[in-house]
C-alpha cells in the first residue's frame, strides 16, 4: 500500500456478488465501518447503537457469511464519503481489514477462496490493496506466492 493510493470508484467485481436483500450481512458490514471509522478518529463506538457488534471473528465458522461480510464492507469503503475524501483514512480501514478479518478468514480457507481473491483482486483496485495487508502466517509457500502478486 503506497502513500497517496486513491480509492477507486463502486468495484464492479464486488456489486454482483452482493446480496442487496441479506441486510444481516449490511448491518454487520456497515456497523465494523462504523466501528473502525469512530476508531480512526478518535471516538468511542457504543456498540449498542447498532443492532450488530461487527465482530466478524464470530462467525468465521461460517466461511461464506464472513466472506460475503468482507466484500460488504469493502463495498461500502468504496462509496464512503469521509474514505474517499481521506486517503488516511481509506488506507486505514482496508489495512485493518486485511490484516484482521479477512486475515483470519484466509489463513483458515485459503483453498476455498485463493482462486475468488485472485480474480476479485484483478479488476478491483481496493479489494486488492486490502488483500496485500494480510500476513503470511502459515499459508504455504505456492498460497503465499500467488497473493504476493496481487496489485502489483
Known amino acids: 500500500m503506497g502513500e497517496g493510493s486513491k480509492p477507486a470508484n463502486s468495484p464492479a467485481a464486488l456489486e454482483w456478488i452482493m446480496d442487496p436483500e441479506d441486510s444481516h450481512i449490511s448491518e454487520m458490514a456497515q456497523a465494523w465501518v462504523d466501528r473502525e471509522k ?66 483470519d478468514l484466509f489463513h483458515e480457507n485459503a483453498g476455498i477462496f485463493i482462486d475468488r481473491t485472485e480474480r476479485i483482486a484483478k479488476t478491483d483496485p ?21 497473493i504476493q502478486v496481487l496489485g502489483n
Not at 463506538?45 to 461460517?62: I, K, P, Q, R, V
Open 38 to 103: 469512530a476508531g480512526f478518529f478518535g471516538n468511542v463506538y457504543n456498540e449498542t447503537d447498532s443492532n450488530s457488534a461487527g465482530h466478524l471473528f464470530f462467525h468465521l465458522e461460517n466461511c461464506e457469511f464472513a466472506w460475503r461480510v468482507i466484500l460488504k464492507i469493502v463495498f461500502l469503503i468504496s462509496q464512503d464519503g469521509d474514505a474517499l475524501v481521506n486517503t488516511d483514512l481509506n488506507v486505514y480501514l482496508l489495512e485493518l481489514l486485511g490484516a484482521g478479518d479477512f486475515e
Open 126 to 146: 481496493l479489494f486488492a490493496q486490502m488483500v496485500k495487508a494480510m500476513g503470511r502466517g502459515s499459508l504455504d509457500d505456492l498460497i503465499w506466492s500467488r
